[in-house]
């Protein structure tokens, strides 16, 4: 598949479980986020990384823990979550330029819809 | 940090109308403003962006306008069809500290746009 693809697609866990969303992009790009979708709220970002390094944390609880092994491969692990979490959690891409003033287009993957119990 | 509010929050029209969608922002050093259009169940796709240099910009039937001063921008689609149904989010960003360009994107809160046969 081409793009940027997301697994598992439905997610259903107990507060107690340990859980992974996996993305991945195969478009090349540099930078990865994670986005979170709730009902009646704007996307709210989560976590940036620019060349596997993390640039970004909007104040995330701790219970989401973010990994980037590499460029095309980013992940969420999630742990002792709460019902509130449940939300459509996306992710995305974007080519990165050395230069200021070059904007990109982010890339979004399907999204993960994930449930907590 | 950013802060996006858009307006409305729902919008019906009949097929054939014009809509606009409009948007505004809290930091004078954003610089990009990038649309996405989100069909229901389906991924956000960026459909139009505008740079902080250019007033308006067009692609067949929507277009973008800026307006710094205000720090207001926002989205126009005329003669609407049915398939433009889906919710639009815009956005806004700035050049990350460092020089380099990826793209840390603020959400406004959706608009439902409704179009009827």
């Known amino acids: 598949e081409t793009g940027v693809t997301q697994t598992p697609r439905h997610l259903v866990m107990g507060m107690t479980n340990k859980k992974s969303l996996k993305c991945e992009q195969h478009?090349?790009?540099?930078?990865m986020y994670w986005y979170k979708q709730s009902a009646k709220k704007p996307l709210e970002l989560m976590f940036v990384y620019n060349f596997k390094e993390q640039t970004e944390n909007n104040s995330v609880p701790s219970r989401f823990s973010p990994e980037c092994p590499n460029s095309s491969h980013l992940f969420l692990h999630l742990h002792t979550l709460q019902p509130e979490d449940s939300a459509l959690y996306l992710c995305?891409?974007?080519?990165?330029?050395?230069?200021?003033?070059?904007?990109?287009?982010?890339?979004f993957g399907p999204g993960t819809r994930l449930t907590v119990l | 940090g950013e802060n996006v509010e858009q307006h409305p929050s729902t919008l019906s029209v009949q097929e054939g109308d014009s809509a606009v969608i409009k948007c505004t922002y809290s930091?004078?050093?954003?610089?990009?403003f990038p649309w996405y259009k989100q069909e229901l169940g389906k991924r956000p796709q960026l459909i139009i962006d505008?740079?902080?240099?250019?007033g308006e910009k067009k692609d067949q039937r929507i277009a973008v306008t800026l307006n710094k001063t205000a720090k207001h921008f926002s989205l126009h689609i005329t003669e609407t069809q049915p398939e433009d149904s889906a919710v639009y989010f815009c956005a806004a960003s700035k050049t990350p500290a460092g020089g380099t360009s990826y793209g840390k994107l603020t959400f406004g809160q959706g608009t439902i746009l409704t179009v009827h046969p």
């Open positions: 505008i740079r902080s240099n250019v």
């Open positions: 930091d004078s050093a954003s610089n990009y």
């Open positions: 995305a891409s974007s080519q990165t330029f050395p230069s200021p003033g070059v904007y990109n287009e982010q890339f």
């Open positions: 478009l090349g790009h540099n930078a």
